[in-house]
C-alpha cells in the first residue's frame, strides 16, 4: 500500500554532513507525519526528527541544533539534512510514515533503513 525508499546513508568523519532521503509510493493522504527514527546496535528505537503535512516539526534532544527535517509535500518526500556529525549518531537509520486512513485510523509503515556510520 505504502513504500518507503531511502537513500543518502554512508559513511562521514565526525563533523561532517549528510543527507537522507525517503520517498513514499502511493497515497499517504492529507493528514500524515513523516519522520526519521534511529536505532543502534541492541538499543531501542529513538526518535531524530519528524515532520507533519501541516509543518509541526519534532526533534530529538540529542539533535537539536544539528539536523533539519524537510519534506516536499507534491513529491511525498522527507529529508533530513544531517551537519556536525558526530560517532553517537552512528545507527540505522528508519524512515517512518504514519497515515490516517479512510477509516480514520492511524497506519504505520517503515523503510527497509539506511546505515549511517561517523568515525572519528
Known amino acids: 500500500q505504502v513504500d518507503l525508499v531511502e537513500s543518502g546513508g554512508g559513511l562521514v568523519q565526525a563533523g561532517g554532513s549528510l543527507r537522507l532521503s525517503c520517498a513514499a509510493s502511493g497515497s499517504i493522504g492529507t493528514r500524515n507525519a513523516m519522520g526519521w527514527y534511529r536505532q543502534a546496535p541492541g538499543e531501542q528505537p529513538e526518535l531524530v526528527a519528524t515532520i507533519t503535512s501541516s509543518g509541526k516539526i519534532k526533534y530529538g534532544d540529542s539533535v537539536k541544533g544539528r539536523f533539519t527535517v524537510s519534506r516536499d509535500n507534491a513529491k511525498n518526500t522527507v529529508y533530513l539534512q544531517m551537519n556536525n556529525l558526530k560517532p553517537d549518531d552512528t545507527a540505522v537509520y528508519y524512515c517512518?510514515?504514519?497515515?490516517?486512513?479512510?477509516?480514520?485510523?492511524?497506519?504505520?509503515?517503515w523503510g527497509q533503513g539506511t546505515q549511517v556510520t561517523v568515525s572519528s
Open positions: 517512518n510514515a504514519s497515515v490516517v486512513g479512510r477509516d480514520y485510523r492511524v497506519e504505520d509503515y
